[in-house]
């Protein structure tokens, strides 16, 4: 299976900090790659698709790059309501899978 | 708009077998693209991903649990069932259901979860 590392596992910054949060896969994933945000007692919500593309509803705060191993989530101003969980999954390769997380916390 | 709510136990016996029911509304499970995947997370921990069904009735199982899971959809109701069997104590999770899109080939709208125990 494709292994998604993240890193860091916890991120300690302050409101209006920028956060930069890395996934990277033990194979190749084209740009086959998502990020999500999870808050407590919540489901996921999508992020950013295809590495790079901005869900329906997202700020532009949130943006991502990379491709085949290596991706990036950034978020250029920390809010109040972005500190939380976030995973990266692929679908480039079966089965789908999931990082371990990195939470981002004040 | 779409919705996804999970429905079943909130609590089975090891070895059981359990099953859950995905009811959506705002999509068809017949319009090409289209599928429905079900998703787990245990207290605390990361998300795996366990099965999909697509609208052609294709589908797709975790490898390291394909022998315990079965998922079927019934395009009639609006529902897409998942079935694991011979539970164990850490499949205690909550068990999410997810709407992966035609276009947005991503899980872009989720259920809210249901947490399943598994505890005699």
């Known amino acids: 299976e494709t292994v998604l590392t993240q890193s860091p596992a916890t991120l300690s910054l302050s409101p209006g900090e920028r956060a930069t949060l890395s996934c990277r896969a033990s194979?190749?994933?084209?740009?086959?790659l998502a990020w999500y945000q999870q808050k407590p007692g919540q489901a996921p919500r999508l992020l950013i698709y295809?590495?790079?593309n901005r869900a329906t509803g997202i700020p532009a705060r949130f943006s991502g790059s990379g491709s085949g191993t290596d991706f990036t989530l950034t978020i250029s101003s920390l809010e109040p309501e972005d500190f939380a969980v976030y995973y990266c999954?692929?679908?480039?390769?079966?089965?789908?899978?999931f990082g371990q997380g990195t939470k981002v916390e004040i | 708009q779409i919705t996804l709510k999970e429905s079943g136990p909130t609590l089975v016996k090891p070895t059981q077998t359990l099953t859950l029911t995905c009811t959506f509304s705002?999509?068809?499970?017949?319009?090409?693209?289209?599928?429905v995947a079900w998703i787990r997370q245990p207290p605390g921990k990361a998300l795996e991903w366990l099965a999909l069904?697509?609208?052609?009735?294709?589908?797709r199982y975790s490898p390291f649990l394909k022998s315990r899971l079965t998922i079927t959809k019934d395009t009639s109701k609006n529902q897409v069932v998942l079935t694991m069997s011979n539970m164990d104590p850490v499949d205690t999770a909550t068990y999410y259901c997810?709407?992966?899109?035609?276009?947005?080939?991503?899980?872009?709208?989720w259920g809210q979860g249901t947490l399943v125990t598994v505890s005699s």
């Open positions: 997810a709407h992966r899109g035609g276009s947005v080939k991503y899980f872009d709208y």
């Open positions: 705002g999509f068809s499970l017949s319009t090409s693209g289209v599928a």
């Open positions: 069904i697509y609208w052609d009735d294709d589908k």
């Open positions: 194979q190749s994933v084209s740009s086959y």
């Open positions: 295809d590495a790079s």
């Open positions: 999954q692929q679908r480039y390769n079966w089965p789908r899978t």
